[in-house]
């Protein structure tokens, strides 16, 4: 019989289209070897050219899915994604609260379209109690701004950003600069308000990014779930997505996604 690989916990939305959400995130965890598992919190009517239609579900159907996994089979990392309401993220914030695993939060805002997928009023609630759980937290520049009131256009804008993230109370901060209209290469900032880890890759030339955020958090607890620490974990998971970028490929009439498999093809 083999050993289970290690396991991998996604609590997001539902991307129907596949580039995004729990759909991106199982790919990304399979492509990197663990068993993922996922609590569903929305579902999104969404495809290639944004996002038509947003359903949350109850908060005792969260927990349910949530204590489901982790009773029974348990968890070596999970990662959070769009949580929609104020409501969900408290739900979610105590739930990784008793767990005993590393977790990565993705504070989704927006869509890769603009569509707003977390309510204005949720914000305080990332920012008190979602946040001070993370081992990693992932914010873009647009979710920073949102979060801080820090307008990232530098890379010393970026430390900043990464302060007032730090703030809040996660471990680590991951400033995503991808977002950044500077330089040829896509520039993201790991630090735990002590060492600097800068990561760079070359920016390519390609639109078709959908699920590029919700991919890199994936990854990262895909990582953490087989025990690396987390500077090693977002360097892996860093070449992962640019890899997937790369490859990205068109899909409808609007922004294609990533390729989670593009290691195989």
């Known amino acids: 019989m083999t050993a289970a690989p290690p396991l991998c916990l996604t609590v997001a939305g539902s991307d129907s289209g596949g580039g995004a959400g729990i759909q991106a995130d199982l790919k990304a965890m399979q492509a990197l070897g663990v068993h993922g598992m996922s609590v569903l919190t929305a579902v999104t009517a969404q495809n290639s050219l944004g996002v038509h239609g947003v359903w949350e579900l109850p908060e005792e159907a969260v927990t349910a899915q949530y204590r489901a996994v982790t009773d029974d089979i348990g ?14 993220v408290e739900t979610v914030a105590g739930l990784l609260a008793g767990t005993d695993a590393p977790a990565v939060v993705d504070p989704v805002g927006v869509s890769k379209h603009g569509d707003p997928l977390l309510a204005a009023s949720a914000l305080d609630a990332v920012r008190k109690l979602l946040l001070p759980e993370a081992t990693v937290a992932t914010p873009n520049l647009d ?12 890379e010393d804008d970026m430390r900043r950003a990464a302060e007032a993230v730090l703030g809040f109370g996660p471990e680590w901060a991951l400033i995503k600069g991808g977002h950044l209209a500077v330089g040829p290469e896509a520039v993201d900032l790991l630090t735990d308000g002590t060492s600097e880890l800068w990561l760079r890759a070359p920016r390519h030339d390609n639109r078709h990014t959908h699920g590029t955020g919700c991919t890199l958090a994936s990854a990262i607890a895909a990582g953490l779930a087989k025990g ?36 195989w093809r």
């Open 75 to 88: 968890v070596h990392a999970v990662k959070t994604g769009m949580l929609a309401s104020a409501p969900l």
């Open 143 to 154: 979710e920073v701004a949102q979060l801080t009131g820090v307008t990232v256009e530098t």
């Open 228 to 263: 690396q620490d987390v500077p090693q974990a977002v360097m892996e998971a860093k070449e992962y997505v640019t890899g997937a970028i790369r490859a990205g490929f068109a899909l409808g009439g609007g922004i294609g996604p990533v390729d989670h498999a593009w290691q």
